[in-house]
């Protein structure tokens, strides 16, 4: 791999600060873009099973913008053709206008020919998918036919292969998440015309993702760029010098790194903001760049068996002054928000949590917060006596 001589050098604490701008978590956040804005600023929301406080990909917008209504969320997510879902760094939420850039793996699923899966009558289940969804509008797997054989999860049903298929190669689009089922529709309905097309050849569409992970990120690494939406290295190598994105060298990151031009034309300034942030946020889901950002290592342990777990089930991180300052494991009672173990990185992060704890549990509708235990007896005291204060 070739790079350009670094004309910027960046501090650990400029990096810092730049990739919390550019994920929406230091200056005024755009009220008036509101979910929508921020879903094209972040390029991908990503999407997960597991609601404790609620889902991930409502956990996203809370974190930036506040108290948003949950409903509205969803209306902003999936009302008027601004969004589909599609695999990025995960299963996520992306913009639509988007669609044309994922040509690249719309094909090479289509070469591979499956998934996981293989269909018996892979022209008939397809042709039959396709015209009930014609005929018919969105429907679910269920309502399709049924999504399983009645064995495991993973033994999926034709039809459920059939869809899943037709939702790789691009003839069919997740247009919602209906009861955490997925609602197919046919892409040319779903998408907009004139971006319903793969006209893009793979390094354009290479190209305007790794400027969209740079711009979304502010500074990062190869494995940065690469990872947000999970494409290879090598890729981010073929494209890296037409991204617009320009070199830079950060203070102990002892590899290349890449900047949004615009992140460096003026310093990041404003509040920060003090919230509880799930896992599978943009901010924290790549582990390596958390740790070399903000110097915390965190692991989601809901998969780890229980007594393997040192922080909790769905331990969700603290930010706070531009800096991770704790983890809380929440859960819900009836109108109290329990904080099953908090854990802070210092005594001086009592405050930050309970104001964190406090606003999250406002949001769910909960009109208590309890601490149930912390590392040390003497956290769970102060974070206590913080929220009494409150």
Same mark, same amino acid.
């Given at each position: &791999?070739?790079?350009?001589?670094?004309?910027?050098?960046?501090?650990?604490?400029?990096?810092?600060?730049?990739?919390?701008?550019?994920?929406?978590?230091?200056?005024?956040?755009?009220?008036?873009?509101?979910?929508?804005? &921020?879903?094209? $600023?972040?390029?991908?929301?990503?999407?997960?099973?597991?609601?404790?406080?609620?889902?991930?990909?409502?956990?996203?917008?809370?974190?930036?913008?506040?108290?948003? *209504?949950?409903?509205?969320?969803?209306?902003? /997510?999936?009302?008027?053709? $601004?969004?589909?879902?599609?695999?990025?760094?995960?299963a996520c939420i992306l913009p639509v206008e988007e669609w044309p850039h994922f040509a690249f793996r719309r094909r090479v699923?289509?070469?591979?020919?499956?998934?996981?899966?293989?269909?018996?009558?892979?022209?008939?289940?397809?042709?039959?998918?396709?015209?009930?969804l014609r005929a018919e509008g969105p429907l679910t797997s269920t309502e399709l036919g049924g999504a399983k054989n009645g064995g495991p999860w993973w033994d999926w049903s034709e039809t459920k292969i059939a869809v899943e298929w037709l939702l790789d190669a691009g003839d069919v689009v997740v247009t919602e998440r209906r009861g955490w089922k997925r609602v197919y529709d046919l892409a040319e309905r779903a998408v907009p015309g004139e971006l319903l097309h793969d006209d893009l050849d793979d390094r354009e569409c290479l190209r305007r993702l790794v400027r969209l992970a740079g711009q979304?990120?502010?500074? *990062?690494?190869?494995?940065?760029?690469?990872? /947000?939406?999970?494409l290879k290295g090598e890729q981010v190598d073929a494209v890296i010098a037409d991204s617009?994105?320009?070199?830079?060298?950060?203070?102990?990151?002892?590899?290349?790194?890449?900047?949004?031009?615009?992140?460096?034309?003026?310093?990041?300034?404003? +509040?920060?903001?003090?919230?509880?942030?799930?896992?599978?946020?943009?901010?924290?889901?790549? +582990?390596? +760049?958390?740790?070399?950002?903000? *110097?915390?290592? $965190?692991?989601?342990?809901?998969?780890?068996?229980?007594?393997?777990?040192? /922080? *909790?089930?769905?331990? &969700?991180?603290?930010?706070?002054?531009g800096h991770l300052v704790g983890r809380v494991d929440p859960a819900r009672e009836g109108r109290t928000l329990v904080a099953r173990q908090v854990t802070l990185e210092s005594p001086k992060a009592a405050p930050a949590a309970a104001r964190a704890l406090r606003e999250a549990a406002e949001w769910v509708g909960c009109s208590d917060v309890r601490v149930e235990r912390a590392a040390t007896p003497a956290e769970a005291a102060a974070v206590t006596a913080e929220l009494a204060a409150l």
């Open positions: &791999m070739t790079t350009a001589t670094a004309a910027v050098s960046l501090s650990a604490d400029d990096a810092r600060r730049i990739a919390l701008r550019a994920q929406g978590f230091l200056g005024a956040p755009d009220r008036r873009g509101g979910v929508r804005g &921020m879903l094209r $600023h972040l390029g991908a929301v990503q999407l997960d099973t597991i609601s404790v406080l609620a889902r991930s990909h409502e956990l996203v917008p809370y974190a930036r913008l506040g108290a948003v *209504g949950r409903e509205a969320v969803e209306r902003a /997510y999936w009302t008027e053709q $601004h969004a589909f879902e599609y695999w990025s760094h995960a699923k289509r070469a591979q020919g499956y998934r996981w899966h293989r269909m018996k009558d892979k022209e008939g289940s397809c042709r039959l998918v396709l015209d009930r979304s990120l502010g500074v *990062g690494t190869r494995a940065d760029l690469a990872d /947000y939406h999970r617009g994105l320009v070199p830079v060298e950060v203070e102990g990151w002892g590899k290349p790194a890449w900047a949004d031009p615009a992140a460096l034309a003026a310093p990041p300034r404003g +509040r920060h903001r003090t919230t509880l942030l799930s896992p599978f946020d943009s901010l924290v889901w790549d +582990r390596a +760049r958390t740790e070399r950002i903000f *110097g915390f290592a $965190h692991r989601l342990e809901a998969y780890v068996p229980k007594p393997k777990r040192v /922080y *909790g089930y769905f331990a &969700m991180p603290v930010l706070a002054g």
